[in-house]
């Protein structure tokens, strides 16, 4: 149970404390400073507290807003202010100071609601709350949608309630303090009765609910998903906060729901497909339910975080088989069609992860293409045409989902090869031209986050260490890893799988691939290392299968492409969370993506000719012992981690 604690007695009428505790608070009321820091004291450390001057006017969303939201340490908005527990010692700090130094905002808290003279706001922010020091500003107008919620055409005073002061002394201490941008919500602390009366008026003029929904809609997402999900979507998601429901359990909804669908689709009938296109688009309908009743709940987690983006894949992907084994029964083969189409999907995310981990941080991060991308976001057509052609995981699932109902596998799965390339050379090539016309200083978290998604394993790690003082930079790290790729790719492609010569490859990849990350990756082009040994390791688990004379092979190679496509999700999001990356343990334990490669073509020189099982028996107990450790190493971590709460907020993948 969360305590707030209000900094003078309640004002008649005010329906603060009920708003309060309807957001889980429990409201306790302090008489001065000084017994607001004992109260303060008596609230257990591990447990979220507030300080809410009681004059307080506004929105009900807008204070759950500020003080409910568990991505930050602390929150505020006028009159109001917040601190979880990693940020409980600087408000007790800040509060013993201000009691003990007199502090002007301390004295006049919460004066008596009957002797307070008529007068301004003190402090009133429709479109976000301001510091401190800057609360003598003129109140900023409310949205146009609602200028109706226009407040008094009035300066606003200094500011003079015990919250704001604690929350300009917590950013003093260099404490983040979250003030979310309320656009047209209200949330003010008026002094006098005709500027309270005004101020109510103002929140009366305004839908806080009909703003809640709004708001739980992502901000930025695709053309289908905006236009033909969130419109119904959002009032799932509000029926679903209703009951009680957790984002984390729609997630799993839509888990069981894609499961089932692959499931009708591996009927291999007509009525099969038709359900099981129904079903994935059901699916996604919930999938993006679970992120809005997030937003409209302030239900955000890491664990909740990492399910949304490892169970969309999974999701996918499972699909990907129900249409092969669906194929298979009609007797057509498309496993290598599919098991492509997971590789690229698979590939095409890391480029944006490592993209946007190799320039989240940098500096100076100017570009020219870089410019004519914003300028091209200010034609609205534009905007939705190059969001549609990267083909975000709502158009990717309709046309899935439609193809599926009206045609077969083997067209859905050249359709999506077809879309995703196209795709992909689109996003990575304006993302090159970016990186070698931009002039950017990348950080050492920046080099250590691509080292991590490179996942060398001790092979490579080795070759690094001796290749360290002789392996000069060709224009960045790059050149290594691809030349180690094509060598690799081109044997597995074409060399006789009974023979050496991909071994032989498959060792001088391992070399390459400790050459590329024998210096922090802090290239132009760096950020390409992660997605060239992707392919690589993909790509050749791929080759190998399709050209083995072993019945069942490209099954096998699919399920160990999902297994280790699983850890290298897993390794981006606990980078993306802030957590870090997997244990090193576990990379060498998993082989390193170097060794698995090498494992996979000695595996595949001693046992894919012939026409025998072992090949594929073999591919499939790689598959499930790294399938084994890493779920189990990954469920600990997200299941116990500590890791601050974060939501995706980007681009649809």
């Known amino acids: 149970m969360s305590t707030a604690i209000l900094t003078g007695p309640p004002v008649p009428g005010s329906p603060l404390e009920g708003d309060l505790r309807s957001l889980g608070f429990e409201v306790r009321t302090a008489a001065d400073p000084r017994e607001t820091a004992a109260l303060l004291a008596a609230v257990p450390a591990g447990e979220r507290v507030a300080v809410v001057d009681p004059r307080f006017v506004g929105h009900r969303h807008a204070l759950r807003l500020a003080l409910t939201d568990p991505r930050f340490p602390a929150g505020a908005a006028p009159g109001a202010l917040t601190a979880r527990p990693e940020a409980r010692q600087g408000l007790t700090r800040a509060l013993a100071a201000l009691a003990a130094d007199g502090d002007p905002a301390a004295a006049t808290a919460a004066p008596a609601p009957s002797s307070t003279p008529a007068g301004p706001a003190e402090t009133a922010s429709p479109e976000g709350a301001a510091s401190a020091a800057e609360s003598a500003a ?16 009035r300066p606003a005073a200094p500011a003079a309630t015990l919250p704001d002061a604690l929350a300009a002394a917590l950013e003093d201490e260099g404490v983040a303090v979250h003030r979310p941008e309320l656009g047209s ?9 005709q500027a309270r009366k005004e101020t109510r008026d103002a929140v009366a003029a305004v839908d806080d609910e009909a703003v809640r929904l709004r708001s739980a809609v992502k901000s930025r997402d695709g053309f289908f998903t905006t236009f033909f999900i969130s419109p119904y979507s959002r009032y799932l998601a509000r029926w679903c906060a209703r009951r009680g429901l957790t984002p984390n359990q729609v997630t799993t909804a839509s888990l069981v ?83 492509g189409a997971m590789v690229l999907q698979t590939c095409r995310h890391v480029v944006d992860f490592s993209f946007n981990e190799a320039n989240h941080d940098a500096t100076a991060n100017t570009s020219p293409t870089a410019a004519l991308s914003d300028r091209l976001d200010g034609v609205g057509w534009t905007v939705w045409a190059r969001r549609m052609i990267v083909l975000p995981i709502g158009e990717r699932w309709a046309m899935i989902a439609v193809l599926t109902a009206l045609t077969t596998p083997r067209v859905v799965f050249s359709a999506l090869l077809i879309g995703c390339s196209f795709a992909a050379l689109y996003t990575t090539a304006g993302r090159i031209l970016r990186s070698l016309t931009r002039k950017a200083s990348r950080t050492d978290r920046a080099a250590r986050a691509l080292a991590d998604l490179a996942d060398n394993g001790a092979l490579a790690q080795a070759a690094a260490k001796v290749l360290r003082p002789v392996a000069r930079p060709l224009g960045g790290r790059t050149p290594y890893a691809l030349a180690g790729a ?31 990350v024998a210096r922090p990756l802090k290239g132009a082009l760096d950020w390409l290392v992660p997605p060239v040994l992707r392919a690589a390791e993909y790509g050749t688990v791929l080759a190998l299968a399709a050209r ?24 981006v999001y606990r980078i993306r969370g802030d957590a870090g990356a997997p244990p090193a343990w576990l990379v060498r334990a998993l082989g390193g993506q170097e060794g698995r490669t090498l494992l996979a073509a000695v595996l595949a020189a001693l046992l894919a000719t012939g026409g025998g099982d072992g090949f594929p028996l073999a591919l499939t107990a790689l598959a499930g012992a790294v399938a084994l450790l890493g779920l189990a190493e990954s469920i600990r971590f997200w299941v116990s981690s500590g890791a601050p709460a974060v939501h995706d907020e980007g681009e649809p993948a």
């Open 138 to 153: 003129p109140a900023e107008a409310p949205a146009p949608s609602a200028p109706a919620a226009t407040l008094p055409d």
């Open 185 to 193: 919500l209200v949330a003010a602390v008026p002094v006098g009765p």
């Open 486 to 516: 094509a060598v690799l790719l081109a044997a597995a492609a074409a060399a006789p799988l009974d023979g050496p010569l991909v071994v032989l490859a498959a060792v001088l990849y391992a070399v390459a691939s400790g050459a590329a």
């Open 548 to 571: 083995a004379d072993a019945p069942g092979a490209l099954p096998a190679a699919f399920g160990l492409v999902a297994a280790v496509a699983y850890h290298h999700y897993d390794t």
């Open 257 to 339: 729901t894609a499961l089932v669908a692959a499931g009708c689709a591996a009927t291999g009938t007509r009525g099969g497909f038709v359900a099981a296109g129904l079903l994935l688009l059901f699916s996604f309908v919930l999938d993006c339910t679970d992120g809005q009743l997030a937003r409209y709940s302030l239900q955000y987690s890491t664990l909740g975080a990492w399910l949304d983006a490892t169970f969309d894949r999974a999701k996918e992907y499972a699909y990907y088989a129900g249409l092969a084994l669906g194929a298979a029964r009609g007797g057509d083969d498309v496993w290598a069609l599919a098991l």
